[in-house]
């Protein structure tokens, strides 16, 4: 049974400055930040809803109801949520592309499961690197805490595909983070690819010397993203990047110069 219906679920929003998050090679030109960005860069954070005719799947919990300094507005995932006719009781599945607070956040509140009634999927991998390796003051700061309050509902993914239901599987892309996964999703529609915090911005997907501050390991992220950048001009799919302007979906095109071009998409 395919998805028949993605909704962006807002929690927050922060405004970037892009020079604190993309690292262009020194080929690239000086105006950059202003050619790319005129008008400044809002990211929104939050998540995705995925409805089934037997499964209401959030993939990605947010920032959370207690929102560090410089984020403009936040809290607003329950309301949402709300907006759209669900409260978290009727959450079949939480779907974590990865293990950073603001993808998270809104998993626990006050020590408690808030969408009680769900299963939790992540990647084992980012599991196993937040409570060993991750940095104490990134973006997997407290995250293990948070995580902790579930364990009795995880299904912790292993390998490079697991299919979380029909029609919805995650698929490990590792960079961002060692467990960071993509979730791959048939509409009746067509394809679709939650791109999570693969790349956080299209322009990480069509400008492949580039990368992005906030990558565990830049390498294999920049590989990642050239990976799926080629997939999707291939395939056609449609993609939603977490924090992509507007949380507005797009597709991977080639130009007449055989360059990469990112065509946003209206969903409404």
Excluded: Y
Excluded at 142 to 148: D, L, T, W, Y
């Amino acid at each position: 049974m395919s998805v028949t219906r993605i909704d962006p679920v807002i929690d927050a929003e922060a405004r970037v400055e892009p020079g604190a998050l993309f690292a262009p090679p020194a080929s690239a030109a000086e105006d950059w930040q202003t050619s790319a960005f005129e008008g400044g860069w809002v990211m929104p954070m939050g998540g995705f809803l995925l409805r089934s005719s037997d499964r209401t799947i959030l993939v990605d919990a947010g920032l959370g109801p207690e929102a560090p300094a410089g984020i403009e507005s936040s809290g607003k995932l329950l309301d949402t949520l709300a907006g759209l006719g669900f409260s978290p009781d009727d959450i079949t599945d939480v779907v974590l592309t990865h293990l950073h607070i603001d993808h998270v956040g809104w998993v626990a509140r006050r020590g408690e499961p808030v969408f009680s009634h769900a299963r939790h999927h992540f990647h084992r991998a980012d599991w196993d690197w937040v409570r060993t390796d991750a940095p104490t003051g990134g973006g997997a700061a407290g995250v293990s805490e948070v995580i902790s309050t579930v364990s009795d509902t995880a299904v912790l993914a292993d390998g490079e595909r697991t299919e979380i239901a029909d029609s919805v599987v995650l698929r490990r892309m590792a960079g961002h983070t060692p467990g960071n996964c993509v979730v791959d999703v048939e509409t009746s529609h067509g394809s679709v690819i939650l791109l999570g915090d693969t790349a956080h911005h299209p322009l990480l997907l069509i400008e492949s010397g580039w990368t992005s501050q906030l990558d565990e390991d830049r390498v294999e992220a920049a590989r990642a993203r050239h990976q799926l950048a080629e997939e999707l001009e291939r395939s056609g799919a449609l993609a939603f990047g977490a924090h992509f302007p507007d949380n507005r979906a797009g597709r991977i095109v080639r130009d007449g110069d055989g360059l990469l071009r990112w065509r946003p998409v209206s969903t409404r």
